[in-house]
């Protein structure tokens, strides 16, 4: 393994981690002293599905190219396998408001954690996924179950007290800040984000006529924090270099603003849906063509003659001659 592969694991690895002890953290607390309205069931169910989806998935594509399954060994190498259900289980459960219905949130949890199988682009020897998993399975319900919601802003900090409400916000900043700082290495594509979705609302506001305030005021709810700081920032499914960053931060953001335009709710998912999908759709024709031209160029060069030159005398022949 190459050392930048190495580091880029590692540090993913880290990142995973922490994140995922946070968003444990913040749910718990979220469950049983900040006011969220969804029940117990809906975060059990939701990271119960995500793991048994990552372990079949994993099973199954090990067994097809006979392989050992990664999720093998001692506890520490399953833990860490599932790190990436977890957080997205927790994610979803989080963020989806469905009532007391259970099953769309196991249906949300299940496209999330099988888009990673599904849609994947290749990337040098490996192949790697192009949908943020959780904004997928998010995204993904709520397109097909009208019903279905996304949890009350106010839930977040409903039970918390005047300056509650100015920390916990506060606090998801400094420790997403970190993380992506740290980690993930995504400040670009944070910083390029919100300056997007502070022009598209000034835009708006001047072409027809949206109050400034109105178009601005998703960036106060900790849905909007938590979205800049945990996902549009998902270092596997984001440009790394800082060119691609603001390109894609500044994409996200003209998305949101033109379905804004046209009234589309759920605007913060489904732009990264959108975002995304064009992604795949770019490195998939980029992809396609690089191989068509290194099909042609290796038709292209003829076969090196392996004769010697007929004009070229042997060396032992000129000395005979002489």
Not at 6 to 18: F, I, K, P, V
Not at 165 to 192: C, D, E, K, M
Request: glycine content about 8%; aromatic content about 14%; hydrophobic content about 50%.
């Amino acid at each position: 393994m190459k050392a930048t592969d190495m580091w880029y694991q590692q540090d993913r690895l880290g990142g995973l981690r922490r994140f995922a002890v946070a968003i444990t953290i913040f749910n718990l607390l979220g469950h049983f002293l900040f006011g969220f309205e969804q029940s117990y069931a809906q975060p059990l169910c939701a990271v119960g599905t995500a793991y048994f989806m990552e372990l079949l998935l994993e099973a199954v594509d090990a067994y097809l190219n006979k392989r050992r399954p990664r999720f093998l060994g001692n506890w520490r190498t399953l833990a860490d396998f599932l790190l990436s259900a977890h957080i997205t289980g927790l994610a979803v459960a989080m963020l989806l408001y469905s009532n007391e219905r259970l099953w769309p949130t196991v249906f949300a949890a299940s496209c999330a954690v099988g888009s990673k199988s599904v849609f994947r682009i290749g990337e040098g020897t490996s192949t790697r996924h192009i949908f943020n998993p959780s904004n997928f399975g998010i995204a993904v319900t709520l397109m097909l179950f009208p019903w279905v919601g996304i949890a009350p802003p106010y839930h977040f900090s409903e039970n918390l007290p005047a300056l509650g409400r100015w920390l916990l916000p506060a606090a998801i900043i400094a420790s997403g800040t970190f993380l992506n700082y740290r980690f993930t290495r995504r400040l670009p594509l944070i910083v390029t984000w919100v300056l997007g979705f502070t022009a598209q609302a000034l835009v708006r506001s001047f072409a027809f006529g949206t109050p400034i305030g109105a178009a601005l005021l998703p960036m106060t709810g900790v849905a909007f924090i938590l979205f800049s700081f945990y996902m549009v920032t998902d270092p596997a499914t984001t440009p790394s270099k800082t060119v691609g960053q603001i390109l894609f931060g500044l994409a996200v953001s003209g998305a949101y603003g033109v379905l804004m335009v046209f009234h589309i709710v759920f605007g913060l998912f489904f732009s990264l849906l959108i975002v995304c999908a064009m992604r795949f759709a770019a490195l998939s024709l980029s992809t396609v063509y690089e191989k068509r031209v290194s099909e042609a160029s290796a038709i292209a060069v003829p076969e090196q003659d392996s004769s010697p030159a007929l004009a070229t005398t042997p060396a032992s022949l000129q000395k005979a001659d002489a």
